[in-house]
């Protein structure tokens, strides 16, 4: 399955999860001590990801070895 991607996309921590297939506990884990992608928290508590800060984020992930 093919998912068009949009630029300034806003994704939920379940479809970001789903796409690095991690759990939410991981998520939480990585942002917890800093190691996840950046986050914007919206007035009701919840947490969406840019998609262009995902791809960032991933980017510098790479192992470079």
């Not at 970001?16 to 007035?43: H, M, N």
Request: proline content about 5%.
């Amino acid at each position: 399955m093919t998912v068009a991607v949009r630029p300034g996309q806003k994704l939920t921590v379940d479809e970001v999860c789903a796409e690095l297939r991690i759990s939410r506990s991981t998520f939480y884990d990585w942002r917890q001590k800093g190691r996840g992608p950046r986050c914007i928290r919206l007035p009701n508590g919840s947490l969406r990801i840019r998609r262009g800060d995902l791809e960032d984020w991933l980017m510098d992930c790479e192992d470079h070895s």
